[in-house]
Every structure is written in structure tokens, then in C-alpha cells.
């Protein structure tokens, strides 16, 4: 009953925001993935999309302009991951704010060496525990098979794949398994991929994804989501294994 209620609410919100198709198109023609969902996959995915915007709230960092193209971009962006598994993965946050270029986060942070820094690094994208996910539009704008140091990269499938990963137990590169898959064997895989490109960045060889994916399991899912959706053939000829996993976490074969 809540649950066709809710949908109802949603239908006439979704009808009031007005959005057309040929917008949600103009919107997405820059991003060469969309050309992988034809059919009856682009229809639902773009009918995600509205339902996305209507659920969620957007707003702009600092005197930034956002504009409904730029919403319909990062919507989209954000539904690829869970086209097949459904918009409710998403239920664990509600606000995404956008920044022009790279944020400053308003907050103290403790480097290794012990010293509390009161002056941030910028950042490209960020997903709090429960709260808010931010981006930057210039990172947004920055997707494709090469654009981290020569490896592929989304911000934000990098940002809510994170939230998938904070489903289960925290952000801890394992989020919820579906009940044909095995959480033993994800984490045996995951473990023996993460040793493998640990040993090749420290033997300075080529890694098959970005170096950040390497600061820790968590980030080790998401540089990996996003490369399995920016760079599937590459993946999956070099971590097949973890190209498998994805394939059943994601129900989706980019390759
Ligand atoms: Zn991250």
C-alpha cells in the first residue's frame, strides 16, 4: 500500500518536472556508455532517470550554476550501476550536491605523520555514511577509457558505487550479495586481484586500473565499478575474474 502510494506521489512529480525525451537525450549524447543501452534497456533508463530526479533532492555548491541537463547527466550516470537491480539500492541517501570544480571539504583531517591539517586538498567527489554525496561538475565533464592518469574513471559511478559498498557492513569493497552469489568467493577474488596490482605497483609495472584504487578496499570497488562500466573490454581481459563478479553483482555484461 505505502509502496503504490509512494510510486503515485512519484508518477506526479515525475509528470510535473516535465521532462521530455529528446532533453534526457541532448543531455547524455557526450557520454559514448549511453551507446551500449538501445531498446527497451535505453527506455528503462531513462524512465530510472526521471524516477531518480524525482526522489532525489540536487542542489549546488557555493554560487555554482546548475542547470536541468547537468542533473539529467549525473541522474543518468547514477542509474547505470543499478538499472538492473532497481532504484531502491538507493534508499540510504536522499541529497546530491554539485560544486563547480573541485571542492574544499570544511573540515580537520590527520595526515599518517600525526599532523592535523585545517587546510583540505581539493576533491572531485564524496559519499558520506548516510549523508549526502557530492560532485564536481568539472569531474563529471572528465569520464571515459583514459582520463585518471591514462586509466578509466566516472566520478559518479566511482561516488555511488561507494553507496552500494555502505549497504552492508560500511564501505569495505563488499557490498550485498544476491542470493546466487557466494560473499566467500568475492572476497578471495577481490583479495587475490588487490595482491596481485599491489605487487605490480610496487615492482613499478603497469596496473590495469588506477593507482587510487589501491588505497584501500573500498576505493579498490569503486576505481573497479567504475572501470567495468567505462572500460569493460580492458577489464575484462585483464581482472576476468573480477570482471565475472561484477557481471553477477551488477546483473549487466558491458563487455
Ligand atoms: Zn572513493
Redesign the pocket.
Known amino acids: 500500500m505505502l509502496k503504490r502510494l509512494r510510486r503515485w506521489l512519484e508518477d506526479r512529480r515525475i509528470k510535473k518536472m516535465g521532462f521530455t525525451a529528446s532533453e534526457w537525450e541532448s543531455a547524455v549524447s557526450d557520454w559514448p556508455v549511453i551507446a551500449r543501452y538501445q531498446g527497451a534497456e535505453r527506455d528503462a533508463l531513462r524512465a530510472m532517470t526521471f524516477r531518480f530526479l524525482a526522489r532525489k533532492n540536487f542542489s549546488a555548491g557555493g554560487d555554482f550554476q546548475l542547470t536541468d541537463a547537468m542533473c539529467l547527466k549525473v541522474a543518468t550516470m547514477a542509474c547505470v550501476p543499478v538499472l538492473q537491480l532497481g532504484l531502491d539500492w538507493y534508499d540510504n541517501f536522499y541529497s546530491i550536491i554539485i560544486y563547480g570544480d573541485d571542492f574544499v571539504p570544511n573540515r580537520v583531517y590527520r595526515t599518517d605523520d600525526g599532523v592535523v591539517h585545517t587546510n583540505n586538498p581539493g576533491l572531485s567527489g564524496e559519499a558520506w555514511l548516510r549523508g549526502p554525496l557530492i560532485l564536481s561538475w568539472q569531474s563529471v565533464c572528465q569520464t571515459g577509457p583514459d582520463v585518471r592518469h591514462g586509466k578509466a574513471g566516472n566520478v559518479v559511478i ?2 555511488f558505487a ?1 553507496k552500494l559498498d555502505m549497504l552492508r557492513d560500511g564501505a569495505n569493497g563488499a557490498p550485498p550479495m544476491h542470493p546466487d552469489m557466494k560473499p566467500g568467493e568475492w572476497h578471495d577474488i577481490f583479495s587475490a586481484a588487490w595482491e596481485r596490482l599491489q605487487s605490480d605497483s610496487n615492482h613499478h609495472r603497469a596496473l590495469p586500473l588506477d593507482g587510487y584504487s589501491l588505497t584501500s578496499p ?2 579498490f570497488f ?1 576505481v573497479c565499478s567504475e572501470t567495468f562500466f567505462e572500460d569493460p573490454d580492458n577489464m575484462k581481459a585483464q581482472l576476468p575474474d573480477v570482471y565475472r563478479l561484477l557481471c553477477q553483482f551488477y546483473r549487466q555484461q558491458p563487455a
Do not use: Q, S, T
Request: net charge negative; hydrophobic share 35%.
Open positions: 566511482h561516488e561507494h573500498a576505493e569503486a
